[in-house]
């Protein structure tokens, strides 16, 4: 089974939008049932959309938690939705929300919570009567890594992952960036916590990005929406400011944005993948540099940094980016309020943006 988990520590960065990325990528190539999980609580835009108009449709099913997860524990309610392919039939999917919104998830539960699902997905399936085995599973979450998975590498909640249920899966954790997490990682007091914790997941985890000994689950996003988490400088003359300026522009007056910056990065050949704690190392060892040419406050130089961290992973060679870092280059206006529309087929709009042709592009080159 093909596990992503998405996480953040902060709101707004795109957790949603790369979600329906992903489903939308699994549905066109057609491999399997793909089930999304919308742990966002209150504000869980994932599984509105997706089930837009199609709740009292659909049937529901509850996990069986009660061998594996304590009676306490959050339950998953998960209906059956489609989207519809170029030829107008349907391709269906699953989308799963807890019983409880406000629940909380421990290293423990969440472990548990992914057992369930993997012990529990013929069920699922067939009460689903659905003809494909479940083969991908997207959670969306508004959590950061560190309340999902435990900082200690030989913890006894890793054992799932390493001799259990989920050994053979391979589970992706997605890191969605703004300039505030790197600020922190750098100098806050739980960057050791942070860094102890990617340690504990790349060592257990089953890696799929298997080039080399930097093999990692992590993967690293960065996109125009984490810009907007600055305010443009008063320096006019700094590339990251007249790049936030314009984007504001584009955003204010509801017109598509490219950011160059990125789309060159998404244009470069791949390495191997980068493991986190080296990449948060290229990432402050970019901030000193690109500090020293610049008066701009960090906030304004996010995209400088970014850049200036990965020519400066192999300065002697050409210009190659990490396997596990992902950037997606375009804003499109058409998302800006999706959340917050009607979307009867999510998915099949995403289909024809630019920004799902590149991130499907830069998908299929892990």
Same mark, same amino acid.
């Given at each position: 089974?093909?596990?992503?988990?998405?996480?953040?520590?902060? +709101?707004?960065?795109?957790? &949603? /939008?790369? @979600?329906? =990325? *992903?489903?939308?990528?699994?549905?066109?190539?057609? $491999?399997?049932?793909?089930?999304?999980?919308?742990?966002?609580?209150?504000?869980?835009?994932?599984?509105?959309?997706?089930?837009?108009?199609?709740?009292?449709?659909?049937?529901?099913?509850?996990?069986?938690?009660?061998?594996?997860?304590?009676?306490?524990?959050?339950?998953?309610?998960?209906?059956?939705?489609?989207?519809?392919?170029?030829?107008?039939?349907?391709?269906?999917?699953?989308?799963?929300?807890?019983?409880?919104?406000? +629940?909380?998830?421990?290293? &423990? /539960?969440? @472990?548990? =919570? *992914?057992?369930?699902?993997?012990?529990?997905?013929? $069920?699922?399936?067939?009460?689903?009567?659905?003809?494909?085995?479940?083969?991908?599973?997207?959670?969306?979450?508004?959590?950061?890594?560190?309340?999902?998975?435990?900082?200690?590498?030989?913890?006894?909640?890793?054992?799932?992952?390493?001799?259990?249920?989920?050994?053979?899966?391979?589970?992706?954790?997605?890191?969605?960036?703004?300039?505030?997490?790197?600020?922190?990682?750098?100098?806050?007091?739980?960057?050791?916590?942070?860094?102890?914790?990617?340690?504990?997941?790349?060592?257990? =985890?089953?890696?799929?990005?298997?080039?080399?000994?930097?093999?990692?689950?992590?993967?690293?996003?960065?996109?125009?929406?984490?810009?907007?988490?600055?305010?443009?400088?008063?320096?006019?003359?700094?590339?990251?400011?007249?790049?936030?300026?314009?984007?504001?522009?584009?955003?204010?007056?509801?017109?598509?944005?490219?950011?160059?910056?990125?789309?060159?990065?998404?244009?470069?050949?791949?390495?191997?993948?980068?493991?986190?704690?080296?990449?948060?190392?290229?990432?402050?060892?970019?901030?000193?540099?690109?500090?020293?040419?610049?008066?701009?406050?960090?906030?304004?130089?996010?995209?400088?940094?970014?850049?200036?961290?990965?020519?400066?992973?192999?300065?002697?060679?050409?210009?190659?980016?990490?396997?596990?870092?992902?950037?997606?280059?375009?804003?499109?206006?058409?998302?800006?309020?999706?959340?917050?529309?009607?979307?009867?087929?999510?998915?099949?709009?995403?289909?024809?943006?630019?920004?799902?042709?590149?991130?499907?592009?830069?998908?299929?080159?892990?």
């Amino acid at each position: 089974m093909d596990w992503h988990i998405i996480t953040s520590s902060k +709101g707004g960065t795109g957790k &949603t /939008l790369l @979600t329906l =990325l *992903l489903l939308a990528h699994h549905l066109e190539k057609n $491999q399997g049932t793909t089930l999304v999980v919308d742990l966002n609580g209150m504000n869980a835009d994932t599984s509105a959309i997706l089930l837009y108009e199609r709740r009292s449709r659909r049937v529901p099913v509850r996990l069986d938690t009660q061998v594996l997860i304590p009676q306490d524990a959050e339950q998953i309610i998960i209906q059956k939705s489609f989207s519809l392919d170029s030829n107008k039939r349907p391709h269906y999917y699953l989308v799963g929300r807890p019983l409880n919104p406000f +629940g909380l998830y421990n290293p &423990t /539960l969440f @472990t548990d =919570l *992914l057992r369930t699902i993997k012990v529990s997905a013929e $069920q699922i399936i067939e009460e689903l009567e659905l003809r494909s085995p479940l083969q991908h599973v997207i959670i969306d979450s508004n959590y950061h890594f560190c309340n999902l998975f435990s900082q200690d590498k030989n913890n006894k909640d890793y054992e799932p992952y390493t001799i259990g249920e989920l050994k053979d899966d391979s589970i992706t954790v997605w890191f969605m960036w703004v300039y505030r997490q790197l600020e922190k990682l750098l100098s806050g007091d739980d960057a050791t916590l942070v860094k102890l914790t990617a340690t504990a997941i790349e060592h257990n =985890l089953n890696r799929h990005l298997d080039h080399g000994n930097n093999t990692t689950p992590f993967m690293h996003v960065f996109n125009p929406v984490a810009l907007l988490s600055a305010q443009p400088g008063k320096n006019k003359e700094g590339r990251m400011t007249a790049t936030i300026s314009a984007f504001r522009d584009a955003w204010t007056h509801k017109k598509d944005f490219t950011v160059k910056e990125l789309e060159q990065l998404e244009q470069l050949p791949t390495r191997i993948g980068i493991c986190f704690d080296k990449w948060i190392e290229q990432l402050e060892i970019a901030r000193v540099a690109v500090g020293q040419r610049s008066n701009d406050d960090p906030y304004f130089l996010f995209l400088d940094i970014l850049v200036e961290a990965v020519k400066a992973l192999n300065p002697e060679s050409p210009l190659e980016r990490p396997l596990n870092v992902m950037p997606l280059s375009v804003y499109q206006h058409a998302l800006q309020y999706y959340t917050d529309k009607d979307r009867r087929d999510a998915v099949a709009i995403f289909k024809n943006m630019k920004i799902y042709k590149r991130f499907s592009k830069l998908y299929d080159s892990i």
